[in-house]
C-alpha cells in the first residue's frame, strides 16, 4: 500500500496551467531567489490608505508642528532694487553712447573685493565684504546700459536704503577710476610732448591729441530707478510655512502607510468565513468529514487517525502513511468550504462559491479594480481535475468573470512563486484513507509560502 501510494504521488498528471503563468513566463526570478517574493503584485495605495489611516492623521499632525515651528523661528526676507544708468566713462563732449559690453565690464566692477569694502564701510552697523558678497546681487539688463542692484535683508526699509547705498558707492568708484585714467592718460601726453622739440611733427600730434583729451568729460552714470518702494518679501509667509508642513506630513504618512502595508506579515491563515465556527463549513452539513466532528479540530483528527493506526491488532492492515514520524506537521486549521461529490451537478457545488465570495467581496473592498487570482491546489491523493470543481462552484454563483482560477502544482521547482502569485488559494483533498495525509503534505507547503488560504473542498466517492 505504501508503494502505491507514493507512486500516485510521483505519476499524477501535470496540471495544465498555473496562476502564475503570465508572471513567469514575462519575468525570471533572479539568481539566489528562493521563493521568488518579487514578483508578488504590489498592493495598491488606496488599500494601504484604508488599512493605515491613523499613519496619515499622524504624519499630519507631524507636518503641522514643524510647519508652526519653521514660521515662528524664520525671519522673513526681503529684496530691493535700484536701478542704474552706466556711463561711458571718458567720453567726448556730447557723446554718451556706451557700448553695452561696457555694462558688462562694469558688474566686474562691482564685484571686486575694493568695491565691496566700500560699500561695506558706507553701510556700516558691522557689515562686511562678506555680508555685500553674499546680501548684494547686481545684473546687466539684456542689450542695454543700465545696471540692477538688488538688495536682500531682514528689514523691508533697510533693504531699500542698502539697495541705494550700493548704487551711489559704484557711482563714486566708477567715477574715480574714470578720473585716474583721465588723469594718468593727461600726464603720459605731457611727458611725451616735453621730450620732443617743439618743431617736431610728433609734438604736434601729441598736443593735438591732449587738446582732445581735455574737451572729454567724465560720465560715471547715474540712478535711474531709486529703491524706495521695491521692497518684496522673498522669503515663504507663515501660512506657507504651515501648508508646506501638512503636505509634508501628508507625503510623510502616505510613504509610512504604504511601507507599513508593504511589509505587514500575510502568512498562510485561515479565513475567518461568516457564520463558521472552528468545525465544518455550515453549508457542508453532516458530509463535511469526521476531522472537525471531534474535540481538536483537524490537527486532533489527524492525530486520533495515526493514534488508532497504532493501536491496531497485529494482522489488520495498518493505515497508509505518507510522512514519517518524525515529520513535523504545521497544525494550519483548514476550514471546511464545501463537502461535495465528484460527479456532482454544477447547482450542488455552489457552496463551493459562496465561500469563495465572501472572500472575493473582502478582497474587493479592500483594493478596488485589482485584478485578483485564485489557485487551486488539488492533494496527491485526486487527480488534478478535480480543480474544475471550484471552477464550476464559482461559476454557479455568477463570480467566474471576476478573478482567475488556476492550478497550482507542486512538482514544479517555481512552485512558490505560482503560490505566492495569487491573492488566495483553495486546497481540493479527496476522502480516501489516505486523505489525511495529503492533506498534511498540503499544510507543509502552505505554511512554507505567504499567501491566504480560504479552506478546503473535500471531494467525496474518490477511493
Given at each position: 500500500m505504501h508503494d502505491e501510494k507514493t507512486t500516485a504521488l510521483d505519476t499524477s498528471p501535470e496540471p495544465t496551467a498555473t496562476c502564475a503563468t503570465t508572471a513567469t513566463?514575462?519575468?525570471?526570478?533572479?539568481?539566489?531567489?528562493?521563493?521568488?517574493?518579487?514578483?508578488?503584485?504590489?498592493?495598491?495605495?488606496?488599500?494601504?490608505?484604508?488599512?493605515?489611516?491613523?499613519?496619515?492623521?499622524?504624519?499630519?499632525?507631524?507636518?503641522?508642528?514643524?510647519?508652526?515651528?519653521?514660521?515662528?523661528?524664520?525671519?522673513?526676507t526681503y529684496a530691493a532694487t535700484s536701478t542704474v544708468?552706466?556711463?561711458?566713462?571718458?567720453?567726448?563732449?556730447?557723446?554718451?553712447?556706451?557700448?553695452?559690453?561696457?555694462?558688462?565690464?562694469?558688474?566686474?566692477?562691482?564685484?571686486?573685493?575694493?568695491?565691496?569694502?566700500?560699500?561695506?564701510?558706507?553701510?556700516?552697523?558691522?557689515?562686511?565684504?562678506?555680508?555685500?558678497?553674499?546680501?548684494?546681487?547686481?545684473?546687466?539688463?539684456?542689450?542695454?546700459?543700465?545696471?540692477?542692484?538688488?538688495?536682500?535683508?531682514?528689514?523691508?526699509?533697510?533693504?531699500?536704503?542698502?539697495?541705494?547705498?550700493?548704487?551711489?558707492?559704484?557711482?563714486?568708484?566708477?567715477?574715480?577710476?574714470?578720473?585716474?585714467r583721465w588723469e594718468s592718460h593727461d600726464a603720459l601726453l605731457a611727458d611725451l610732448i616735453a621730450a620732443y622739440d617743439a618743431d617736431d611733427p610728433r609734438a604736434a600730434e601729441l598736443v593735438e591729441e591732449r587738446v582732445l583729451l581735455e574737451e572729454t568729460v567724465v560720465d560715471p552714470g547715474k540712478i535711474a530707478g531709486a529703491a524706495a518702494g521695491t521692497a518684496r518679501q522673498t522669503s515663504l509667509t507663515p501660512a506657507a510655512h504651515v501648508l508646506a508642513g501638512l503636505l509634508g506630513g501628508l507625503l510623510l504618512g502616505l510613504v509610512s502607510a504604504y511601507l507599513w502595508h508593504?511589509?505587514?506579515?500575510?502568512?498562510?491563515?485561515?479565513?475567518?468565513?461568516?457564520?463558521?465556527?472552528?468545525?465544518a463549513h455550515p453549508g457542508a452539513g453532516p458530509d463535511a468529514g469526521p476531522d472537525t466532528a471531534r474535540g481538536g479540530g483537524l490537527a486532533g483528527a489527524v492525530r486520533r487517525r495515526r493514534g488508532a493506526a497504532r493501536d491496531r491488532v497485529d494482522g489488520e492492515e495498518p493505515a497508509p502513511e505518507l510522512l514519517g514520524s518524525d515529520v513535523d506537521v504545521p497544525a494550519t486549521e483548514l476550514a471546511v468550504l464545501a463537502a461535495v461529490r465528484r460527479d456532482a451537478p454544477d447547482g450542488a457545488l455552489a457552496t463551493i462559491g459562496l465561500g469563495v465570495t465572501r472572500w472575493l467581496l473582502r478582497r474587493e473592498q479592500e483594493d478596488p479594480g485589482a485584478e485578483l487570482r485564485l489557485g487551486v491546489y488539488v492533494t496527491p491523493d485526486l487527480d488534478p481535475s478535480a480543480a474544475d470543481l471550484v471552477r464550476r462552484g464559482?461559476?454557479?454563483?455568477?463570480?467566474?468573470?471576476?478573478?482567475?482560477?488556476?492550478?497550482?502544482?507542486?512538482?514544479?521547482?517555481?512552485?512558490?512563486?505560482?503560490?505566492?502569485?495569487?491573492?488566495?488559494?483553495?486546497?481540493?483533498?479527496?476522502?480516501?484513507?489516505?486523505?489525511?495525509?495529503?492533506?498534511?503534505?498540503?499544510?507543509?507547503?502552505?505554511?512554507a509560502v505567504d499567501v491566504t488560504v480560504l479552506g478546503r473542498v473535500e471531494v467525496e466517492g474518490v477511493e
Open positions: 513566463t514575462a519575468t525570471t526570478a533572479p539568481a539566489g531567489t528562493d521563493d521568488g517574493r518579487e514578483l508578488r503584485r504590489l498592493p495598491t495605495l488606496a488599500a494601504a490608505i484604508r488599512a493605515h489611516r491613523l499613519h496619515l492623521l499622524v504624519g499630519m499632525a507631524l507636518g503641522l508642528v514643524a510647519g508652526l515651528l519653521v514660521a515662528g523661528l524664520t525671519q522673513p544708468r552706466v556711463g561711458s566713462g571718458l567720453v567726448p563732449v556730447g557723446d554718451f553712447r556706451p557700448d553695452t559690453l561696457w555694462a558688462e565690464d562694469q558688474v566686474a566692477l562691482t564685484r571686486t573685493p575694493p568695491v565691496r569694502e566700500a560699500i561695506a564701510e558706507e553701510i556700516g552697523d558691522g557689515t562686511t565684504a562678506d555680508d555685500v558678497a553674499r546680501r548684494l546681487g547686481v545684473v546687466a539688463e539684456t542689450n542695454s546700459n543700465y545696471l540692477v542692484f538688488t538688495w536682500t535683508d531682514d528689514d523691508a526699509e533697510e533693504a531699500e536704503e542698502r539697495a541705494d547705498t550700493a548704487a551711489e558707492v559704484y557711482l563714486e568708484r566708477a567715477q574715480a577710476e574714470a578720473v585716474q508593504l511589509r505587514s506579515p500575510n502568512a498562510p491563515r485561515q479565513l475567518a468565513l461568516a457564520g463558521a465556527g472552528a468545525g464559482v461559476r454557479a454563483v455568477g463570480a467566474d468573470g471576476r478573478l482567475e482560477i488556476d492550478l497550482l502544482d507542486v512538482t514544479l521547482p517555481n512552485w512558490r512563486i505560482d503560490f505566492e502569485a495569487c491573492d488566495g488559494v483553495v486546497v481540493v483533498v479527496g476522502t480516501s484513507r489516505w486523505a489525511a495525509d495529503a492533506l498534511d503534505v498540503a499544510r507543509m507547503h502552505l505554511a
